[in-house]
């Protein structure tokens, strides 16, 4: 029995998770933007392996401008919707738009972060007790950037950095 499910929004494209997703991302980047036509994208992460499609997808590559690395959409061949991401520098693991799930995913503080916060759009809230970072949670190398976390949530124009 499926742990989760989603569609796109014509449903020709559906999901099942094997597992609850292992972690929750909250991006804030200018492509997370774009991808979601949001000011973040909330991205339940898992790996491939508990992922099972149904249903015509097609894929847009595109290279990060931070990591070089590429980023692969995967949306609805019929509607268009973007349903899961891949990445070239993380292979095995995705992350679902959560806007494509059946049901709500929790954010647990101890396995939810914040990224990009210094990309985030004026008017945006971060939300408080929930590691951020201003940019990536890790270095290109593979090392543990230092979170901050807000006492209380706060819009982006009060935010800043140091």
């Known amino acids: 029995m499926a742990e989760m499910t989603g569609q796109c929004l014509c449903g020709a494209m559906t999901y099942e998770l094997a597992a609850a997703p292992q972690r929750v991302t909250i991006c804030y980047?200018?492509?997370?933007?774009?991808?979601?036509?949001?000011?973040?994208?909330?991205?339940?992460?898992l790996p491939l392996a508990d992922l099972s499609v149904s249903g015509e997808e097609r894929v847009h590559r595109h290279v990060s401008k931070g990591s070089?690395?590429?980023?692969?959409?995967?949306?609805?061949?019929?509607?268009?919707?973007?349903?899961?991401?891949?990445?070239?520098?993380?292979?095995?693991m995705v992350g679902l738009f959560a806007?494509?799930?059946?049901?709500?995913?929790?954010?647990?503080?101890?396995?939810?972060?914040?990224?990009?916060?210094?990309?985030?759009?004026?008017g945006t809230v971060i939300a408080a007790g929930i590691p951020a970072f201003w940019e990536h949670a890790a270095t290109l190398d593979g090392a543990a950037e230092e979170p901050f976390v807000l006492e209380v949530a706060t819009v982006v124009e009060g935010l800043r950095r140091g």
Not at 29 to 45: D, E, H, K, N, Y
Not at 68 to 92: L, Q
Not at 111 to 121: L, M, P, Y
């Open 29 to 45: 980047c200018r492509f997370c933007q774009r991808a979601t036509g949001s000011t973040q994208a909330v991205l339940p992460v």
């Open 68 to 92: 070089g690395k590429e980023v692969h959409i995967h949306f609805c061949a019929a509607c268009g919707t973007n349903v899961y991401v891949s990445y070239e520098r993380w292979p095995g």
């Open 99 to 122: 806007g494509t799930l059946d049901g709500p995913v929790s954010l647990d503080p101890a396995t939810t972060k914040q990224i990009f916060v210094s990309s985030a759009r004026p």
